[in-house]
């Protein structure tokens, strides 16, 4: 049987399911392989899971506020309604992730790639956005206010042009 005090770095967790689970104290979520894991409602909030990997799990309504996610790989994941308050996603790979309502202020997604990220509802306010990838993501109604956009790339086809 799996036990959350067995996780450490670099353990192989897919497909597990962690509902709600609190994993604040790991030591370590470093290289850990959360592929398909049911991560709903858990709680990561100050971890370290740098070079995890989320490919296709479910974290929504996850709690990730202050985590060091570094180097994450999570395609396709869905972080819906997510925390992710402040937390570090340097270079992370969110291409195709769902992060509608997810709350990112004052994240760090430098150069971070989110092509074809769900990001509807979004809460970006205060995060640093540079060289960040965001072609082809759904954008609508995200909150950029006061957002770093340095280098960030967007892709407008087909927008609307209010000003016309």
């Not at 994240?107 to 990220?117: N, Q, T, V």
């Amino acid at each position: 049987m799996f036990k959350i005090e067995d996780i450490k770095y670099g353990t192989d967790i897919r497909c597990v399911d962690l509902r709600g689970a609190d994993l604040r104290d790991a030591v370590s979520l470093n290289k850990c392989d959360f592929t398909a894991a049911n991560l709903e409602g858990a709680n990561f909030n100050g971890v370290s899971a740098s070079e995890a990997t989320f490919n296709v799990a479910n974290l929504t309504d996850a709690k990730l506020e202050g985590a060091n996610l570094r180097w994450l790989l999570a395609f396709g994941a869905s972080f819906q309604g997510a925390k992710l308050r402040d937390s570090n996603l340097t270079d992370a790979k969110l291409v195709g992730a769902d992060l509608r309502g997810a709350d990112l202020r004052g994240a760090c997604l430098y150069i971070a790639d989110l092509r074809g990220a769900d990001l509807r509802g979004a809460d970006l306010r205060g995060a640093d956005l540079h060289g960040a990838d965001f072609r082809g993501a759904d954008i609508e109604g995200v909150n950029f206010q006061g957002a770093n956009f340095g280098a960030a790339r967007f892709d407008f086809h087909g927008a609307v042009d209010d000003c016309a």
